[in-house]
């Protein structure tokens, strides 16, 4: 706390000196077992300045249970809290990795995090239900929620000893987040609108071949040279030809966006909130039909007359 800290922070790691304690058996770790010989850990914490608080029952297998609590309490003000992982060790080149890949996430998506690896989360219901993940893409999990509609926080937690990792990844795993960032990419960019993507790629493909077929063509009609066996036209006809199936692709999935368009929503409604003056849907819709009856009884009498 003199430092600056937060104060629920400082509340935190005195609790975790007595979980981390085997010795002492009132909580933590070295908590007394239940009747199946399982030891299940209790916490909650209150963040007293925003009245906020967070609480888990029967953790099995977890040293910290304050940390989680803490990572519950975001849910206060979120609908998917994830953990920071603070302050974080690792060599050189493991920060430098760890920069460079969030650096890529926030120049494709446009959001900012700074520790998508960590595997502490706490979300509500509806954040699963809404989603649809498939693959690696549980890593990209925030990326996703904050693109739908939904409150994504970062909580610092302290890192375990145990998740410290210098050695380095087989070229495999980088070959696989490179294409796992370019499929968030066009997730994120590009789902609702196919034709900005395909169709800004195809569009230059086929303006590159068409500049290079003109440039043939005038070097064949002005200064005779022969076309036979030049690879540069070969090269062109595929560019031009390459760049219209592109952008009738992007034409074709505008097209099913179109027809689905009633099924994609991207928003989340949290609340309906009602006033006590507002007439509900039950009773305003019979007095829609009473005053539409009633005003076809005016006009028949009218013509009658």
């Not at 850990?41 to 300045?49: E, K």
């Not at 609108?193 to 303006?207: D, E, N």
């Not at 590159?208 to 062109?236: E, K, Q, T, Y």
Request: some cysteine; overall charge neutral.
């Amino acid at each position: 706390m003199l430092q600056g800290s937060d104060t629920l922070d400082a509340a935190v790691e005195g609790v975790k000196i007595q979980e981390l304690d085997p010795s002492d058996n009132s909580v933590g770790y070295g908590g007394l077992p239940n009747e199946d010989g399982v030891v299940q850990l209790d916490a909650s914490c209150m963040h007293g300045p925003s009245k906020r608080a967070g609480a888990v029952a029967a953790l099995e297998g977890i040293k910290t249970p304050s940390e989680v609590a803490k990572l519950v309490l975001g849910l206060a003000s979120s609908d998917l809290a994830i953990g920071r992982r603070w302050p974080r060790v690792g060599s050189r080149f493991e920060v430098l990795r760890r920069n460079a890949f969030h650096r890529m996430i926030a120049s494709v998506t446009g959001q900012a995090f700074h520790d998508l690896g960590c595997g502490a989360r706490a979300m509500r219901r509806r954040v699963l239900e809404e989603i649809s993940l498939y693959g690696d893409q549980h890593r990209f999990l925030p990326v996703l929620a904050n693109r739908q509609g939904f409150r994504v926080v970062e909580v610092d937690l302290r890192q375990s000893p145990r998740d410290r990792y210098d050695r380095g990844y087989p070229v495999r795993d980088y070959v696989h987040r490179v294409l796992d960032i370019f499929t968030v990419f066009f997730l994120v960019r590009f789902t609702k609108k196919p034709l900005r993507f395909f169709g800004m790629v195809g569009a230059s493909t086929f303006v590159i071949g068409a500049v290079l077929v003109a440039w043939l063509a005038i070097d064949r009609l002005v200064f005779l040279h022969p076309l036979a066996d030049r690879p540069a036209l070969l090269l062109s006809s595929l560019l031009v030809v390459l760049g219209m199936q592109l952008f009738a692709l992007g034409l074709l999935g505008e097209l099913i966006i179109f027809t689905h368009a009633r099924d994609i929503k991207d928003y989340q409604i949290e609340a309906v909130i009602r006033y006590p003056h507002e007439p509900s849907m039950e009773t305003s819709v019979p007095a829609t039909v009473a005053m539409a009856e009633e005003h076809e009884r005016d006009a028949a009498h009218t013509h009658a007359i």
